[in-house]
């Protein structure tokens, strides 16, 4: 059963923009931290935003200024407006819930949503 299910990933010249957002499942009964992360071609798994249930946002160095997050609590679903996107974007983006579910609580992850940004 997908959790966390993510939309909105695909191929984008540099420059342009992308919405991703990412739904929580009924099984996830409440969540408190949402946030992405990205994993590129050889390299490690990094944050790039996340968002509390009280709307307070915290962004990697590198998207700064270029990405925003935002959520919908009701709906259980986060967002991420990435702007002015660069070939160094190009990652799967993996959204991320601190939340609790039927067995308590625990991390979630979805299965990741391809970005490529094309020079």
């Not at 966390?4 to 540099?14: K, M, P, R």
């Not at 957002?21 to 996340?50: D, F, H």
Request: hydrophobic fraction near 35%.
């Amino acid at each position: 059963q997908v959790q966390l299910q993510e939309s909105g990933g695909g191929w984008v010249q540099a420059g342009g923009s992308l919405r991703l957002s990412c739904a929580a499942s009924k099984s996830i009964i409440s969540t408190n931290v949402m946030g992405w992360y990205r994993q590129a071609p050889g390299k490690q798994r990094e944050l790039v935003a996340t968002i509390t249930s009280g709307d307070s946002t915290n962004y990697a160095d590198s998207v700064k200024g270029r990405f925003t997050i935002s959520r919908d609590n009701a709906k259980k679903t986060v967002y991420l407006q990435m702007n002015s996107l660069k070939p160094e974007d190009t990652a799967v983006y993996y959204c991320h819930a601190d939340g609790r579910g039927f067995l308590g609580f625990r991390e979630f992850w979805g299965q990741g949503t391809l970005v490529t940004v094309s020079s």
